[in-house]
Nanobody, 115 residues
Framework: QVHLVESGGGLVQAGGSLRLSCVAS????????MAWWREAPGKVRELVAD???????DYGDSVKGRVTISRDNAKNIVTLEMNSLKPEDTAVYYC?????????WGQGTQVTVSS
C-alpha cells in the first residue's frame, strides 16, 4: 500500500516562502506522476503543480511564476517551493500520486498566509 506523507506547511506572512515535501512510501518503483493540489474553504480542489517521472511539469494559472515543483525519482519525493505567497494561497495542500491504475492522496498540510 502506498502512503503519501506531506510536511512543510505552516503560517507565513504575505510575500514569504514555504517549501512543502511529500514522501511516498510502500513502493519501490518510480511513481509515474506526482502533483500538489490545494483546497481552500468553500472552494473546489485545484491543481497547483504536477510533474511526471520524465520531469515535465505543469502549473496552475494562479501560481505560475511563484512556485516550482521538483522530484527525486529514486526516493519518490516531490517538493513544492512557494514564493511570494499571498493570502489567497491559504489552503490545505494535498500530495497526489498516480501509478499505473492507482491513485493516492496524502492527508494534507495546512498553509496559512497572513496579510
Amino acid at each position: 500500500q502506498v502512503h503519501l506523507v506531506e510536511s512543510g506547511g505552516g503560517l507565513v506572512q504575505a510575500g514569504g516562502s514555504l517549501r512543502l515535501s511529500c514522501v511516498a512510501s510502500g513502493i519501490i518503483e518510480e511513481i509515474e506522476y506526482m502533483a500538489w493540489w490545494r483546497e481552500a474553504p468553500g472552494k473546489v480542489r485545484e491543481l497547483v503543480a504536477d510533474i511526471n517521472s520524465g520531469g515535465s511539469t505543469d502549473y496552475g494559472d494562479s501560481v505560475k511564476g511563484r512556485v516550482t515543483i521538483s522530484r527525486d525519482n529514486a526516493k519518490n519525493i516531490v517538493t513544492l517551493e512557494m514564493n511570494s505567497l499571498k493570502p489567497e494561497d491559504t489552503a490545505v495542500y494535498y500530495c497526489h500520486a498516480r501509478h499505473r491504475v492507482s491513485i493516492y492522496w496524502g492527508q494534507g498540510t495546512q498553509v496559512t498566509v497572513s496579510s
